[in-house]
């Protein structure tokens, strides 16, 4: 008797506190969820935790997906390999001058960025290619020799190269690659080429160190995952979130570690986009809450907005990284944000965070000092015997007493009034990153629904909503889960830019297609080449674009069909549109012209849909149990019914003051809200701004 094939997919969310399981059965459409702290020693033992509590095995499935911080990680907190760069002449110190940027103009206390390479470890060749590509110094293997015994005698352990425009001829950093990859089998070694094929030295150079300085410990990490897979007789796919969304395969993440930055995070997007498909939305913004950091996306016009540079680690102090990803806003708040007094008795929460070991007091894990989630505990907002299902008791008095010493007694205020504080603060940074994903691109959040999700999202997002006065919240089902679910309805994914300078009046749509099509066949190619099959493919042109004098561009989708019909006027139409939209104004009758050509290929793979729930009538049929619950100094204790997530019906509504438990997570709906169930089973929350 032959063994029934494996017909499950596992996607396995890993983050700073939690990891999160989901596994879809192709076959029924059933999707089974997992919940475990995240354990830092050994990531691996945390999604093996999650899958046994989902209540399944590696041996049942045809395809493993994996989202993970380890590459953010990795570069903030400083922690990657003792790496060097190889450079043309003149340029080595091209990583630490930067853009020269100021953004803090009267900040005594600025502090500019610090290049990951230190510059005793940034070392020269003569080579150097014109901008068109041709050698106008050849590459020298007796200068590679020179610098191979130096890299020894540092005990270099990953190498970055960087020549000057290798994005239009390669053959430099090529050459060098094979040679330092003879002299050195156990190195890690990445080119700049490999990753980007756009202009700007300081950009591709920050982007290939940090692949490199990231690289040897994230490639190790996935290593282990793979033997890990291999034991546990797993023989299917392994397929990497990239920051764009889209897949890739676990060989080629080795090798491009970098495009993993916002893998996590980005899976969280893609589901909101799914999300909003689903129920007729155009535009949403995705809030992302979960123990360590908040984060923020946006969807509009059924797109997710992308960006073709990131400051990573903030604007003033941050090293960009040029490559296509969803444009993520993130802050250090989260549920395990630790809650501090600071000179002058100010009230600071976060960016530091009680992660997952030892975690928040009320885990009774050896946590010392309050944060987040002990402050909703406190407030009754959340169960201390329903916690992840009850599979995970919390100490109330522990997390009440230690609030008490450190925070209210210091303040001269009540421990209810401390703990409403402490989340209200955190409140308004989140919504910060809210802002930054719509304010800075031309948008109003106050013309967005929020799609609010992770562990501690549907606890906080009213809040976050009325800062800005956004009008609605939607809490999806499973939101503890949410970015797990993403990464099932995200697609294989493969993008591409060239630069290419051209005035726009005097484009040649013969050449440009040309290219279009050489990076559309080459990503369809790997797509097809992939362990997992698809459907079909789907292309996504774009340009970056500039009026003629200005230094930067913005990138600008423009549909094939303009391509095919050689519209000059329509490209420079949905030009001045998107520069109406970033930046205020647009000019009709400037010039404009093109610097880069980009392409996005992606092949579609079979998504989970999720059933209707069965219609109900507007009162829920199940009474709810009650207990107070501490909204605001003015309202004091409230007793507040308690819905549990699984006994709703669709179209059943609730007004708050009420909670709405699951598996993962708790839905708080304040005082003048109004909930109602949808076809789907999101929560669809009305806030009442006027009473804020």
Known sequence: MTAKPAQSRIAADVGGTFTDIAIFDEETGAIKLGKCLTTPGHLIDGINDGVRKAGSGFDEANLFLHGTTTAINTLLERTGARTALVTTQGFRDIYEIGRINRPEAYNLFFKKHKPLIDRALRFEVSERMYGSGEVLRPLLDTELEQIAQQLEREQVESLAIMFMHSYRNPAHEVHAKQFFEQRFPQM???????????????????????????????????????????????????????????????????????????????????????????????????????????????????????????????????????????????????????????????????????????????????????????????????????????????????????????????????????????????????????????????????EFPMVAFGGAGPLHAVLVARELQMPQVIIPNAPGHFSAFGMLVADLRRDYVRTRFTPLESMDFEDVNAMFEAMELEGAAQIRAAAVKVADLSIQRGLDMRYVGQEHAVSVDIPTQIFEQQDIAGIKRLFDAMHQQRYGYCSETERAEVVSIRTSVSGEMPRPSLAELPQGDAQPAVTPSQRPVYFSPSQGWQDTPVYQRATLSSGNVILGPALIEEYASTTVIFPGDRLTVDRLGNLIIEVNNESY
């Open 188 to 446: 890690y070694i990445t080119a700049s080429h490999a990753l980007s094929q756009e202009y700007r030295e300081y950009e591709r150079t920050s982007t290939v160190a940090a692949n490199a300085y990231i690289g040897p410990r994230v490639s190790t990490y996935l290593k282990e995952i793979v033997e890990h897979l291999e034991e546990k007789k797993f023989d299917g796919g392994f397929l990497i979130v990239q920051s764009t969304g889209g897949l890739y395969d676990v060989d080629t993440a080795q090798k491009e570690c970098i495009r993993m930055l916002e893998s996590g995070p980005a899976a969280g997007v893609i589901g909101t986009r799914e999300l909003c498909r689903d129920i007729g939305l155009k535009n949403a913004i995705a809030f992302d809450m979960g123990g360590t950091t908040a984060k923020s996306g946006v969807i509009l016009d059924g797109n997710v907005l992308m960006t073709t540079n990131s400051m990573i680690g903030g604007y003033t102090e941050g090293l960009p990284v040029q490559m296509p990803m969803i444009d993520i806003q993130e802050v250090g708040t989260g549920g395990g944000s630790i809650a501090r007094l600071a000179t002058g008795k100010a009230l600071r929460v976060g960016p530091q965070s009680a992660g997952s070991a030892p975690g928040p007091v009320c885990y009774g894990l050896g946590g010392l000092e309050p944060t987040v989630t002990d402050a909703n505990l406190i407030l009754g907002r959340l169960s201390k015997d329903r916690f992840l299902g009850g599979d995970m008791q919390l100490d109330a008095e522990a997390a009440r007493q230690v609030l008490q010493l450190q925070v209210a007694d210091p303040l001269g205020i009540s421990v209810e009034e401390a703990a409403e504080g402490l989340i209200r603060i955190a409140a308004v940074t989140m919504s910060h990153v809210v802002q930054r994903v719509t304010t800075e691109r031309g948008l109003d959040a106050r």
